[in-house]
């Protein structure tokens, strides 16, 4: 469109008839791209169905990362997986950040930066404290962190990871603290799960921001059906894990 306008400019200056007759056109042109951009809040709303959908029809343990009755070694695995889950999304936040070009939503993700460090340090805390150590990422987590580094436009990652990714977060902090022993149900319910909330605020605002042509409404839809699938393969990849090491 901008381009067409561009163009549009330059041919007012030598051809002044141009406007008369092609009008008409232009305002058919306008009229059916309206027609097919569905209004943001409608696009947002239609793909916040389509992730709960799609989770929905999952097994339970690609949606969860915590076992139904947890005991020392359970809580330190699952804690494992959750550190790494903060400590990566933080290095990748930092790095999208300078793609956002809205200055106000730049700070809310800077904002974002800071929760992530925090509860990767008390949820590495809290692993110290029972004895156990942080480990490696799966290979999976590198894989689905590697997916939202790659998205070029900022209505790709917000759709991605704050709008779809954050929203099962909160559903997985709400098991954490039914699951979890008493003290490290405190560290979600103190440093963790309020957060979560606010980050899901900032996807529904950044779609909000960016989401305003078919194609960016497009980017950002494709962008949230690849990482469900990323985020189904890590949940599983750590049932596996656990599998394997007797803890189910």
Same mark, same amino acid.
């Given at each position: 469109?901008?381009?067409?306008?561009?163009?549009?400019?330059?041919?007012?200056?030598?051809?002044?008839?141009?406007?008369?007759k092609k009008l008409k056109y232009l305002?058919?042109?306008?009229?059916?791209?309206?027609m097919t951009l569905?209004? &943001? =809040? /409608?696009? @947002? $709303?239609?793909l916040g169905i389509e992730n709960e959908g799609f989770f929905q029809k999952q097994p339970r343990w690609a949606t969860s990362y915590w076992a139904s009755k947890m005991d020392h070694k359970k809580t330190i695995f699952a804690l494992r997986m959750r550190y790494w889950n903060e400590y990566r999304?933080?290095?990748?936040?930092?790095?999208?950040?300078?793609?956002?070009?809205?200055?106000t939503l730049r700070m809310f993700v800077g904002r974002q930066i800071g929760d992530e460090a925090k509860h990767a340090f008390y &949820? =590495? /805390?809290? @692993? $110290?404290?029972?004895?156990?150590?942080?480990?490696?990422?799966?290979?999976?987590?590198?894989?689905?962190?590697?997916?939202?580094?790659?998205?070029?436009?900022?209505?790709?990652f917000f759709a991605a990871q704050?709008?779809?990714?954050?929203?099962?977060?909160?559903?997985?902090?709400e098991q954490a603290l039914m699951n979890f022993d008493p003290t490290t149900a405190e560290?979600?319910?103190?440093?963790?799960?309020?957060?979560?909330?606010?980050?899901?605020?900032?996807?529904?605002?950044?779609?909000?921001?960016?989401c305003i042509t078919k194609g960016a409404q497009e980017?950002?839809?494709?962008?949230?059906?690849?990482?469900?699938?990323?985020?189904?393969?890590?949940?599983?990849s750590h049932y596996h894990l656990l599998e394997r090491e007797g803890l189910l």
């Open positions: 469109m901008a381009r067409y306008f561009t163009v549009l400019k330059i041919t007012l200056r030598t051809h002044p008839n141009f406007w008369k305002q058919i042109y306008c009229y059916y791209g309206a569905t209004p &943001v =809040k /409608k696009f @947002i $709303e239609q999304g933080a290095e990748v936040l930092a790095r999208f950040m300078f793609r956002v070009s809205d200055p &949820v =590495k /805390k809290r @692993i $110290e404290e029972l004895d156990g150590e942080v480990g490696r990422p799966l290979e999976e987590q590198e894989v689905f962190y590697d997916t939202l580094d790659g998205f070029l436009y900022p209505e790709e704050q709008f779809t990714v954050e929203t099962q977060s909160i559903k997985r902090n560290i979600f319910r103190k440093y963790i799960n309020n957060d979560e909330a606010f980050h899901v605020r900032l996807g529904h605002a950044g779609l909000a921001f960016y980017r950002a839809r494709q962008a949230a059906r690849k990482i469900r699938e990323k985020h189904v393969a890590m949940s599983l």
